[in-house]
């Protein structure tokens, strides 16, 4: 994984593609790089998921196509892809597309799915958090296969991030299968789930310890009163959220300074 940033402190941006028109959404993304984030995130849903629940709204992939274009530094990824909404061969194909485009820089984000509106309203299966969970797991090996008989083949090994906090099954499918593991919560909870996961790792012989960074979100959060006690229990990736239409990029700015005085 590309490490721009001190002592692999990384600070990554949410730009929620909701309730903007895709010039801002754009611009946010120039000055997120700008400003020295590592990673820009959008997600993958169909619908705003607060404030008008009919407001304007972007599909994920297609955008980070267009990211991989207008950026040159920071690494993209949807934070993270919904696995119902794609066939996994078709999900890899895309994932290997927009590495190539982007010259290396894609995170491929995934989760199991959860918002029961995208569901519905596109004519996709809702089913069960458990029958989710399993899809997901059965994806996760269809994806590299499909990666490893590609021509051309991924310009590097394309770093999966599972998004996700469920201690049985959610984490296992950490465990198995993530390069990075994004959660929320505060950092009892993340040394909580962090000993569970690595629990895990051990039941499937991978040291996820070692080999599965830790990533959270920090919306709200001041880096200089959470900061290095997070950093301490073992984040690696601290991410905000920016929403549209204004897309305010203060408190990125401050992750990063905070970020910066590590070096």
């Not at 999966?160 to 505060?186: C, N, P, Q, Y």
Request: net charge negative.
């Amino acid at each position: 994984m590309t490490e721009t940033s001190p002592a692999g402190v990384r600070v990554g941006v949410q730009i929620q593609p909701q309730h903007a028109d895709y010039a801002q959404i754009r611009d946010a993304v120039r000055r997120a790089e700008d400003i020295g984030v590592d990673v820009v995130f959008n997600w993958d849903h169909f619908f705003p998921l607060y404030g008008d629940p009919d407001g304007k709204h972007f599909e994920c992939w297609t955008m980070l196509g267009a990211w991989a274009e207008q950026t040159s530094r920071v690494e993209i990824g949807a934070l993270v892809t919904c696995n119902s909404y794609r066939n996994p061969d078709l999900l890899a194909d895309m994932a290997r597309t927009v590495d190539h485009i982007s010259g290396g820089r894609l995170i491929l984000g995934i989760g199991a799915g959860w918002f029961e509106r995208d569901y519905t309203e596109y004519g996709y299966e809702f089913g069960t958090a458990g029958s989710r969970i399993a899809d997901l797991a059965q994806t996760m090996p269809r994806i590299r296969a499909r990666w490893a008989a590609m021509n051309p083949a991924p310009t590097r090994d394309i770093p999966v991030m599972i998004g996700g906090g469920g201690e049985r099954k959610t984490l296992r499918v950490v465990a198995e299968h993530a390069d990075i593991w994004h959660s929320f919560g505060d950092v009892e909870t993340l040394r909580r789930k962090s000993a569970i996961l690595d629990e895990h790792g051990a039941a499937v012989g991978r040291d996820t310890a070692a080999l599965v960074t830790r990533s959270l979100g920090v919306d709200g959060s001041d880096p200089d009163e959470v900061g290095d006690e997070l950093l301490a229990a073992g984040v690696r990736l601290f991410t905000v959220g920016a929403d549209g239409p204004a897309y305010d990029l203060t408190q990125a700015e401050k992750w990063v300074r905070w970020r910066d005085r590590r070096a």
